[in-house]
């Protein structure tokens, strides 16, 4: 598609539950990112992907979290057992190329209750 | 690391006032700047980039000059409308390392 696609749009979990969300980059991107937009605006990277692979995890909460990009397939990012502080939007973006500008969707809103 | 500083909001302007939000950065090599825009309830949008020093970004009359020598980044437009409230992001790339990092944001309300 011409934009970024994520679903839901909005999750809610208890505490301790699983929390999975999508997303479809544009077609032809190569560059999938996931960043996570939390109380006050800040913005922090999670992982980014080049097609199925990993390009980089530097951001990722190894215990909990993990993201994949599948052929053909949304990617997902998954957190196992949330916690309160997962609370947060959490966004994707992609990119044709790994320094192209990065187009952004328009986000999950995480609620931890 | 790389980190990138922006004014604190938030700024409320009157409809056709002058708007500056400052962006400062820190970053090894030539970084990448970008202002990004985020309406309310909406994600986030590229509203401007420059790539190198002395590059001047612009669109929808904002504009903002990539400053090596003081490292900033500033966003500026002539004359603000309600339309243009949303909060407003300053992020760097730097080269070889594509996440974007970015600053806190600054909420801008414009009155009629």
């Known amino acids: 598609g011409e934009e970024v696609a994520q679903t839901p749009k909005h999750l809610v979990r208890g505490e301790g539950q699983k929390a999975k969300l999508y997303c479809a980059p544009i077609?032809?991107?190569?560059?999938v990112f996931w960043y996570q937009q939390v109380l006050k605006n800040e913005f922090k990277f999670l992982i980014s992907f080049q097609n199925e692979n990993v390009f980089d995890e530097t951001g990722m909460p190894k215990e909990r979290f993990s993201a994949k990009c599948l052929p053909n397939s949304p990617c997902s990012l998954e957190i196992q057992a949330t916690k309160l502080e997962d609370s947060a939007v959490y966004f994707c973006?992609?990119?044709?190329?790994?320094?192209?500008?990065?187009?952004f969707g328009p986000g999950t809103r995480l609620t931890v209750l | 690391g790389d980190s990138v500083t922006q004014m604190e909001g938030p700024v409320t302007l009157s409809e056709e006032a002058f708007l500056t939000i400052n962006c400062t950065y820190t970053a090894t090599g030539y970084p990448s700047l970008f202002w990004y825009v985020q309406y309310p309830g909406e994600g986030l949008q590229l509203l401007l980039k420059?790539?190198?020093?002395?590059d001047k970004g612009s669109n929808k009359g904002f504009e903002a000059t990539y400053r090596k020598e003081t490292t900033s980044f500033h966003l500026e437009k002539g004359s603000v409308q309600v339309s243009d409230s949303a909060v407003y992001f300053c992020a760097l790339r730097n080269s070889g390392n594509t996440p974007l990092v970015f600053g806190k944001g600054t909420r801008l309300s414009v009155i009629a």
């Open positions: 077609k032809g991107h190569s560059y």
């Open positions: 420059a790539t190198k020093a002395d």
């Open positions: 973006a992609s990119s044709q190329f790994r320094d192209n500008e990065q187009f």
